[in-house]
């Protein structure tokens, strides 16, 4: 474990970038090299934001009980502060209603 450095956790952060969502439920037969090409070129969705953060959060938790334990001699924790940054609304960023989306939905 100690032989994991900066440019492990850089790969790390792109894979999970372009990592196929449902991979267990919708392409368990397919090679995994083709998904992460298919959702390069946008035609195999990715992962939403919150699972990213979701990964980044445990795998940085993990190498921080592994400091913790001095089972790696790191001075920092290469994948901590490393999550992707958006929030938890749509792709675009956007909130799925509007406020008068809600007013009209509820007026009734």
């Known amino acids: 474990m100690s032989d994991i450095s900066v440019n492990d956790a850089n790969k790390f952060e ?11 439920k919708k392409y368990k037969d397919r090679p995994l090299s083709d ?11 990715g992962l939403s934001i919150n699972s990213q953060k979701k ?8 190498f921080k009980w592994c400091m913790n334990r001095g089972y ?6 290469y994948f901590s502060g490393r999550a992707p940054k958006g929030d938890k609304f749509s792709e675009d960023g956007r909130a799925p209603f509007s ?10």
């Open 14 to 24: 792109d894979a999970i970038k372009n990592f196929p969502s449902n991979l267990t």
């Open 35 to 45: 998904l992460l090409d298919e959702v390069k070129s946008g035609a195999v969705r």
């Open 55 to 62: 990964y980044h959060r445990r795998v940085s938790e993990f």
């Open 72 to 77: 790696v001699n790191w001075n920092t924790n």
């Open 99 to 108: 406020p008068g989306d809600l007013n009209q939905m509820f007026s009734h």
